[in-house]
Every structure is written in structure tokens, then in C-alpha cells.
């Protein structure tokens, strides 16, 4: 069974500790790593270099896209296909588009699109079916870590914002676009990337994601 490695801040995370390994960075499962023992409702202790992050109250740093999409056999493109993820600010309407992908995990073998930067800036796939990234789909804990940006520097994820991620699978294009999986993607945003708080599921065609 997939592991539930991002959790809610709660006791029972403290119990699932000793069964998920919270503590293990693991290159292959980093983010499963609710340390219960640190969370402490409102006063989050972890800890980024020493200094203490709060990951339970927003402004957060970094969203996570878990890739939960099955994958089909035989797929070039496995799992989502995301050529951009767009934060739109609750305070101007602006739209922050990712610049950088600190940490990742992408299906290597017979994906034809594992090239993480291609999520990074506004959305560029248009019908051409490159500039996206095929993140790999349930097969395995296969997800990106972005942190959003504009010219002027990084742009934190707040309450209100809502996030929007570009999937090329249903493009409407000459030749009709691509066939794609049952995308299905859990966002989570955090400062210490240890411990992720869950803002719910996105599957194309619903509308952006807001924060709670
Ligand atoms: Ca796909
Ligand atoms: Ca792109």
C-alpha cells in the first residue's frame, strides 16, 4: 500500500511515526517525514539550519505535487504532464509562476519527458507536446517540490492563494491533443519540508486549488 506520507498535524501522526520512519530522508521518499514529535499545534518546532520554521501557519515556501495518477503500460508521458503551476495571489490577482524545483522524484524509465525545469515559468507546451514534465504517476512516491517566483524574487504561498497547475493532457489541438491518464494530484505546502500540511486533491478540469 502507498504509504500516507503527508499527514494532517495531528496525534496521529505521532503514532504513525514508528511505522513510516518519520526522520528518514530517503532520496525516494523525502517528504514522508511528519515528525510528530515536533509538532506542536500551534508552536511548530522544526527546525531549517537551526532556525525554527513554522509550517502550521502560513506564509509557506514550497508546495509539494504528489503525482497519485495511474499509470497506464506502455506510456511515454506516465502519470501528469504539468507544463506549469501557476500561484494566483488573493492580495492582486497576480499570477507567480514556479522558478525553482529544490527536490523531486520523476519516473526515469521510458519517460520521454522527465526534464523537472520544464514546469518552471509561464505555461509554454501549447500543442507542441514538449516543455512539460511527465511526473510518473502512482507507480511509486513520484512528486515535485516547487517554490514560486517573479522577476522580482520568491513569492510565498498564503491563505487565500490559489493554485493552478497546468496539465497538457486534454489539449485542444489540431490533432486532437493526446490521451491521457486519470490524473490525479495531492498538494501540500510547507516551510521545513518535513512536515507538509495537505490543502486537498486536484484533477484537470477543476477549478485551482485555494488555500486554505
Ligand atoms: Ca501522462
Ligand atoms: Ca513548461
Redesign the pocket.
Known amino acids: 500500500m502507498r504509504p500516507p506520507h503527508v499527514l494532517p498535524i495531528t496525534a496521529i501522526a505521532v503514532a504513525l511515526c514508528a511505522t513510516l520512519g518519520c526522520g528518514d530522508d530517503s532520496p525516494d521518499n523525502p517528504h514522508a517525514t511528519n515528525n510528530g514529535a515536533t509538532n506542536n499545534g500551534a508552536t511548530n518546532n522544526a527546525t531549517n539550519n537551526g532556525t525554527p520554521v513554522n509550517d502550521v501557519n502560513g506564509p509557506w515556501s514550497y508546495l509539494l505535487v504528489d503525482d497519485y495518477t495511474p499509470v497506464t503500460e506502455d506510456n511515454r508521458d506516465p502519470g501528469a504532464d504539468i507544463?506549469?503551476i501557476g500561484l494566483i495571489k488573493a492580495s492582486d490577482g497576480s499570477t507567480a509562476w514556479v522558478v525553482k524545483v529544490p527536490e523531486s522524484n520523476v519516473a526515469k524509465v521510458g519517460n520521454d519527458h522527465l526534464e523537472v525545469s520544464?514546469?518552471i515559468?509561464a505555461?509554454?507546451?501549447g500543442c507542441d507536446k514538449r516543455?512539460?514534465v511527465a511526473v510518473g504517476g502512482a507507480d511509486a512516491v513520484n512528486f515535485l517540490v516547487v517554490r514560486f517566483g517573479t522577476e522580482v524574487g520568491d513569492v510565498t504561498v498564503e491563505s487565500g492563494d490559489q493554485v493552478a497547475v497546468e496539465e497538457v493532457g486534454p489539449l485542444n489541438c489540431p490533432d486532437g491533443g493526446f490521451d491521457d491518464e486519470q490524473v490525479e494530484l495531492a498538494l501540500s505546502v510547507s516551510n521545513s519540508r518535513q512536515t507538509w500540511i495537505a490543502l486537498g486533491t486536484w484533477h484537470p478540469g477543476e477549478d485551482p486549488v485555494t488555500v486554505p
Open positions: 507544463d506549469a520544464e514546469v515559468g505555461p509554454d507546451a516543455h512539460y
